[in-house]
């Protein structure tokens, strides 16, 4: 058993902040769900006995305090512990930069204590009390908006995940139509897609497509088909479809179900 939650940031950091979710455990037995990657870098504020992260069976146990967890290639198994719980914040990949200058493809699957990547930001975060929800996500805007100032690398990457969303690059991915849309060279964008989001542009590109579909799975009445929703998110070549979703889900299309994942609320 596990309560899900979650709460929109204030309109004025939209662009910067994804949602707020919170992971709460209040009874005396563990509770695992899988979350997937979805481009965002997560801050955490956790409490009680903690969490356990499982990454492909690599796991690491996230006791009281604040954290900071980096761009994930693949699902991982969350087990919120009994008596515990975890205030979050989902930064969208411009916004990471902002936060700290570390290479954020050091921390890709990684779960790093916040202190590490910002000292300033990490002392603020543990003055933090997650008891009062609206109070702790007052806290976390007024901690982080001050550092929340575009730069020229910022936009570039906003400006990327623009055109991922719109449908305007061809599947499969080439760098090649991302360097014509932007004007920058491949080697320009591989430098700052690997310092600034930690992904290549191709892997961001494939799990922002992948959780595209994920989503209207989760969503689906059934009328269409796998094949017709390949074929809506630029999937003409099944093989292709199944191996860049079997990549981050480790299933196929076919067994997806809503039950063990967390997945957003629908709008």
């Known amino acids: 058993m596990l309560d899900y939650f979650e709460m929109s940031a204030d309109p004025r950091l939209h662009s910067f902040i994804r949602k707020f979710w919170i992971l709460e455990n209040p009874y005396e037995i563990s509770a695992t ?10 801050l955490a504020i956790v409490s009680g006995s903690g969490l356990i992260i499982d990454f492909k069976g690599r796991t690491s146990h996230l006791t009281s305090g604040s954290y900071l967890v980096g761009e994930l290639t693949a699902r991982v198994g969350v087990t919120v512990l009994p008596n515990s719980r975890a205030f979050m914040v989902q930064l969208n990949p411009w916004a990471a930069s902002l936060l700290s200058r570390c290479s954020y493809h050091e921390l890709v699957n990684q ?14 975060f543990q003055k933090i009390d997650i008891l009062d929800y609206k109070t702790t996500k ?3 805007q007024k901690a982080i908006e001050d550092y929340l100032h575009p730069t020229t690398s910022s936009l570039f990457i906003e400006k ?20 014509l849309a932007t004007g920058f060279t491949v080697r320009s964008i591989e430098k700052k897609f690997r310092q600034h989001v930690g992904l ?68």
């Open 138 to 140: 007052q806290q976390i």
């Open 33 to 42: 769900k899988f979350a997937l990657p979805n481009t965002c870098i997560t």
């Open 160 to 179: 990327c995940f623009y055109l991922f969303n719109s449908h305007s690059l061809a599947i499969p991915f080439k760098l090649d139509n991302l360097c």
């Open 111 to 124: 779960c790093s204590p916040l202190v590490d990547i910002n000292k300033t930001l990490g002392a603020a």
């Open 200 to 267: 290549t542009p191709k892997q961001a590109f494939s799990i922002n497509n992948v959780r595209k579909v994920v989503n209207e799975l989760s969503e689906s009445d059934g009328d269409l088909s796998l094949t017709d929703i390949s074929y809506k998110y630029g999937y003409f070549d099944q093989a292709h479809f199944t191996k860049s979703y079997y990549s981050i889900m480790d299933s196929l299309p076919s067994k997806f179900g809503v039950t063990p994942y967390l997945l957003p609320f629908k709008t």
